[in-house]
């Protein structure tokens, strides 16, 4: 299905491409013949990821913050110098921490959902104004998460990823004559770099909570991501697919 030159002549955009699924996402799509930017805060990560990648002549590297709007416009103008498109935004950067919702400070809130929810949309409607419109085209995957029950210890994170699925499903009529299409992949617990984040007594024996048994692979959510960037997903616009192993269906991950 995912032919070497698949995506030859395309160039996508992964945020977050330093590390984890983003990371994993820029291999598949190198490997399918795109030009591949990465972005994200710091410069080690990313410089990390290239020697990673191989250090390909159709890989680039930008420093930024999907939080600050001047940022997110300083990557487009880079991306148009050196690539003169875009036809693939994948926003995958993000974070947040487990807690009660009742222990979450305004600070902690504030800055899950301007990540989350308000850093995907800048680079959204940035994206789409310096490259999408004109061309005529263009798609989009926000990786979000699984919050179809709701997402209990992570309030902060469920709503912001709620509103950007929701945010899809508007973009995705609102831009559809543009030839826009604009889908969501909600991951369940993948083995990733992420995972690190989160205490390990809360991540312990989480894999025999999952229906399925275990994690799930950053590839695996990497080759969902091409396939909806891909002519096979054409007719696909303002969904959410659940990369999970059931794990929406049956099962909490912790204990209440
Ligand atoms: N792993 C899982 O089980 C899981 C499940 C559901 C959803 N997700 C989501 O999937 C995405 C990738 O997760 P992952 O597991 O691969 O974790 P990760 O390795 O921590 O990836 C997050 C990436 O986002 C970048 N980033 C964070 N804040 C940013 C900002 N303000 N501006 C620009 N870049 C930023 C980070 O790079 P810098 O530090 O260099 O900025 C990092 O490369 C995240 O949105 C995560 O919440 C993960």
């Keep these: 299905m995912f032919q070497k030159d698949l995506f030859k002549d395309k160039v996508a955009l992964v945020s977050g491409g330093g590390s984890g699924i983003g990371l994993a996402i820029a291999q598949q799509f190198l490997a399918c013949g795109a030009t591949v930017v990465i972005a994200s805060r710091k410069l080690e990560k990313l410089e990390r990821a290239a020697v990673q990648l191989g250090s390909p002549t159709n890989l680039l590297s930008f420093v930024m913050d999907i939080r600050e709007p001047e940022q997110v416009e300083q990557l487009a103008d880079f991306i148009q110098q050196k690539t003169g498109k875009l036809d693939f935004l994948i926003n995958n950067a993000g974070g947040q921490f487990p807690s009660p919702a009742a222990d ?11 990540t989350n929810l308000n850093g995907t949309w800048y680079m959204t409607q940035s ?116 990369v999970d192993g059931g794990a929406r269906l049956w099962g909490d991950i912790w204990e209440l």
């Excluded at 979450?104 to 301007?114: D, F, H, L, M």
């Design 104 to 114: 979450i400070s305004p600070k902690g809130w504030n800055a899950v959902i301007n």
């Design 127 to 242: 994206m789409a104004r310096h490259f999408f419109f004109e061309q005529n085209s263009g798609a989009v995957v926000n990786i979000v998460l699984n919050n179809f029950r709701g997402f209990p210890g992570m309030a902060h994170s469920a709503a912001a990823r709620a509103g950007v699925m929701n945010l899809a499903q508007t973009l995705a009529i609102e831009w559809v004559s543009k030839g826009i299409r604009l889908n969501s992949i909600a991951p369940g617990i993948i083995q990733s770099s992420g995972l690190e984040n989160y205490p390990p007594e809360l991540t312990a024996g989480i894999a025999a909570k999952i229906p399925m048994k275990r994690l799930g692979s950053v590839d695996e959510v990497a080759a969902l991501t091409l396939f909806l960037c891909s002519p096979l997903a054409s007719y696909i616009t303002g969904e959410t697919i659940y």
